[in-house]
């Protein structure tokens, strides 16, 4: 069965900066379309965050974190990462990573329900 499992959550104040890993077990990220990066505050509906492509080698941004947050991935270490920065109370949320199997098409990224494989999540708390 296919394991995701993220780390790298924490409190931290507004202005700071995280770096959020996403260690993939029973899986090859190479073996999928790609990696995406959710997240859901308290009382609210999961929301996207970033998505990069494999084939395309294109990575995908929710306009909220556009210029701070940045997806990356290390094929030797089977680890996908999120790093944030300038990171605002609004970012606090679960951060959930996610695998993809089906292609990015446009308009599709950004939608959950496309996303197979899904991670428990990682707490990132910003105070002030």
């Known amino acids: 069965q296919v394991q995701l499992v993220e780390s790298g959550g924490g409190l931290v104040q507004a202005g700071g900066s995280l770096r959020l890993s996403c260690a993939a077990s029973r899986l090859t990220f190479s073996s999928s379309y790609g990696m995406g990066w959710f997240r859901q505050a308290p009382g609210k509906e999961r929301e996207f965050v970033a998505a990069f492509s494999w084939s395309a080698d294109d990575t995908y941004y929710a306009d909220s974190v556009k210029g701070r947050f940045t997806i990356s991935r290390d094929n030797a270490k089977n680890t996908g990462y999120l790093q944030m920065n300038s990171l605002k109370p609004e970012d606090t949320a679960v951060y959930y990573c996610?695998?993809?199997?089906?292609?990015?098409?446009?308009?599709?990224?950004?939608?959950?329900?496309?996303?197979?494989?899904w991670g428990q999540g990682t707490q990132v708390t910003v105070s002030s």
């Open positions: 996610a695998a993809r199997f089906s292609r990015f098409l446009i308009g599709t990224v950004w939608d959950s329900t496309k996303y197979a494989y």
